[in-house]
């Protein structure tokens, strides 16, 4: 079956009692009207779109990173994933990264590496089914 990537949204969850639109908080897996998020973007044609957290989650984690800032280290040469020479990167793109279940320091990286590994989940089973399709579709095996 094929995705139809021009098929229109569903509608959005309604509060019944307000008529907001409710979205889901992917920290505090609840879900919230519209006035629990800040704005992200409104498209030229009023589309809003909203932060993924809450107010008080987003909160949260600000407080959490800067915390995790003040106490680590300072940054290294390098990329602690790739190994990326920092001097060859734009400073803006050395990232921290912290461990999201126990808000610990883990490392400096540039901003590829952090990307990435957000986009797996930050975690090993992410990686690893990543390093598994790579591995069945490697050409030279």
């Known amino acids: 079956m094929q995705l139809n990537l021009f098929e229109q949204e569903e509608d959005p969850e309604v509060d019944k009692s307000t008529g907001e639109q409710l979205i889901f908080c992917k920290d505090c897996n609840t879900h919230k009207p519209t006035s629990a998020y800040s704005k992200l973007l409104t498209t030229g044609q009023g589309k809003q779109y909203y932060v993924s957290r809450c107010k008080p989650c987003q909160n949260k984690r600000v407080q959490t990173t800067r915390h995790i800032m ?23 793109n ?32 992410g990686i690893e089914k990543a390093v598994a399709y790579l591995r069945k579709h490697d050409e030279r095996s």
């Not at 003040?70 to 803006?92: M, Q, R, S, Y």
Request: charged share 20%.
């Open 70 to 92: 003040k106490t680590a280290p300072a940054v290294g040469t390098h990329c602690e994933c790739c190994g990326i020479d920092f001097a060859l990167v734009v400073n803006k």
């Open 94 to 125: 050395i990232h921290m990264d912290h461990c999201p279940v126990e808000d610990v320091f883990r490392g400096w990286l540039c901003r590829n590496c952090n990307v990435g590994l957000g986009c797996f989940g930050d975690d090993l089973k």
